[in-house]
């Protein structure tokens, strides 16, 4: 088991999870891993939906998990392992079986926002060179569950063709998506997916769980960021926090805003506006 209990960042996708890793792996006692899905998902890779309980956590995953981190923390000398893979919001409770002593940072972000950017992702594709890689570290014998999403995202990359969906994948996912419009999916997957990343980190010791708002890292990113690392236990960074001050971008923020008209509100608003109001944003 890795010496130091992992740091484990927890938000859907488009929640800000990219820039926060991006800011901590400026700092000097950090060893920032950026989604290994391929070593949450060793053994469940032709699961149709990403969520995993306590039970899915055999003790030969727990073992090979635990062997993966611990040669990663090796490799960086030792460093605080601090992770983010947006579908572990499905997956707390396995994490919890395999790192018992592992910490949580919960990045909250209005569901609005989130679904204007995963939209915009879907239209945009992914980057060939991270399909690439992903199937790279995807062991063999786990191509025939992952090449059928690999081939069909560089297909629409090449072809210049939008996503069906793009994200994790909650139970009664495929259906969501397959009955549209794809708003409307992206609304349903969203409001699943925090729904399940809050009640599950609900039960864990609340001295292993930090809560940050995306909206609160974007205003105030140097002490939301230092706040994050009294949490983590790790020293203050003057490079990393100036890092985070000079890339932040407020503009994002209410972007969703100046791109949903009234009608795209309407649609989503009986699916998200439930979980909003729980999570304290107001409609």
């Known amino acids: 088991m890795s010496s130091t209990a ?16 991006d800011v901590l792996s400026m700092h000097p006692g950090v060893a920032y891993w950026s989604e290994p899905r391929h070593v949450w998902s060793w053994g469940h890779a032709y699961r149709q939906h990403y969520r995993l309980d306590a039970e899915d956590a055999t003790p030969r995953i727990i073992r090979h998990i635990r062997s993966v981190f611990h040669r990663y923390e090796a490799r960086h000398e030792g460093r605080r392992i601090i992770e983010k893979t947006p579908s572990n919001c499905l997956r707390v409770p396995f994490i919890e079986a395999i790192f018992p002593d592992a910490r949580y940072v919960l990045i909250l972000r209005d569901g609005r926002a989130v679904i204007r950017s995963g939209r915009e992702r879907a239209e945009r594709g992914i980057p060939v060179r991270r399909i690439v890689a992903r199937t790279m570290q995807t062991p063999m014998w786990e191509w025939p569950a992952s090449a059928p999403r690999a081939f069909s995202a560089l297909e629409s990359k090449l072809l210049g063709r939008s996503l069906s969906y793009w994200g994790p994948r909650p139970p009664g996912w495929c259906e969501w998506v397959r009955q549209g419009p794809r708003v409307v999916a992206l609304a349903k997957i969203w409001a699943a997916t925090i729904d399940t990343a809050v009640n599950d980190l609900h039960r864990i010791d609340t001295s292993r769980v930090m809560t940050l708002r995306y909206e609160t890292l974007i205003c105030s990113p140097k002490a939301a960021f230092e706040r994050l690392l009294d949490f983590a236990g790790l020293s203050r960074s003057d490079d990393m926090l100036a890092h985070a001050a000079q890339t932040v971008d407020p503009s994002r923020v209410e972007k969703w805003k100046q791109e949903f008209d009234a009608e795209t509100l309407d649609l989503i608003r009986p699916h998200i506006e439930p979980t909003l109001a729980t999570l304290g944003y107001e409609w």
Do not use: E, H, V
Not at 7 to 15: K, N, P
């Open 6 to 21: 992992p740091l484990i960042l927890i938000g859907t996708m488009r929640s800000g999870t990219t820039w926060m890793g």
